[in-house]
């Protein structure tokens, strides 16, 4: 059951970074994190909750969360963040989410969809869309950002999956803005 905890995993918040931050509180700060099969371990949870406190960035999209409890967990361990998490399932017991986590102080998420959900034969992880408000030192401004998490491999197919999820995505964001 993917919605399973893991034995043992424990939720404590982060003590102190890990590593020197790579944001930077003077500029709006984006990351993108495929963070494989989350989580693989007991310990991931807590070793995630290190890591995106230590990135010191505002927004950081991830891939491939395969359970909802243990995102929650990740979440509950960090105070100052909030996230979204994609409804799609490939069935009833089967996902790997996509997500977006962002600094409370910073950003406000305002909502979100699943986008391009008719294309399930090029794009069977429908990528998500979370509206947005940043507020900065001189100003806030609202912004929407897409999350996908295309097709891996090497074969031939793959690249051709990929090249066409990346034509849809292009589409449907230049009909949005010509709207």
């Known amino acids: 059951d993917p919605d399973a ?4 995993a424990p939720v404590v918040p982060p003590r102190e ?10 500029a709006f700060d984006v990351a993108t ?12 949870v807590a070793n995630a ?5 230590s990135l010191g960035v505002d927004l950081i999209a991830v891939q491939e969360i395969a359970s909802v409890t243990n995102f929650d967990a990740l979440m509950a361990g960090l105070p100052d963040y909030e996230a979204v998490l994609s409804t799609h399932r490939y069935a009833p017991n089967s996902y790997q989410k996509t997500g977006l986590i962002a600094r409370k102080d ?11 959900v008719d294309q399930s034969a ?10 947005l408000t940043y507020h900065g030192t ?16 090497f074969t031939a197919q793959d690249r051709q999956q990929r090249e066409t999820s990346i034509s849809l995505l292009d589409i449907y964001i230049r009909d949005r803005l010509d709207a």
């Not at 905890?5 to 043992?8: N, W, Y």
């Not at 890990?18 to 930077?24: E, W």
């Not at 090029?122 to 509206?131: E, G, I, K, T, Y």
């Not at 100003?139 to 891996?152: E, W």
């Open 138 to 153: 001189d100003g806030s401004f609202d912004f929407d950002a897409i999350i996908i998490h295309l097709k891996a491999g």
């Open 33 to 44: 994190w495929n963070i494989e099969g989350f989580p693989k371990s007991a310990s991931t």
């Open 122 to 131: 090029s794009m069977p992880r429908p990528p998500l869309r979370v509206a």
């Open 17 to 26: 970074p890990i590593f020197d931050a790579y944001g930077s509180p003077l």
């Open 49 to 53: 909750q290190d890591i995106v406190f």
């Open 106 to 116: 910073v950003i406000t998420i305002r909502g979100s969809e699943l986008i391009l």
């Open 5 to 8: 905890a893991l034995p043992d």
